[in-house]
């Protein structure tokens, strides 16, 4: 059946992520670039939905 493909198999569209929109893993630290304060990652929870305590300012990923 030349044509009629049908739906996509397996290479054709599959995993169509960007690169950069994968997470970075259970693991790590999340930091605070304002004033340095740093708290252990939680799994489930991006670090930029979190707040410093110190400062108030949104936590980012440590690398």
Avoid: F, S
């Avoid at 198999?9 to 893993?25: E, I, L, N, P, V």
């Avoid at 790590?28 to 670039?33: E, I």
């Amino acid at each position: 059946m030349q044509g009629n493909r049908g739906g996509q198999g397996a290479g054709q569209g599959g995993g169509r992520r960007r690169k950069g929109q994968y997470g970075m893993g259970p693991g790590g630290a999340c930091v605070c670039p304002k004033c340095g304060h740093k708290e252990q990652h939680q799994i489930g929870v991006p670090c930029y939905d979190r707040t410093c305590p110190k400062c108030n300012t949104p936590l980012a990923r440590d690398k």
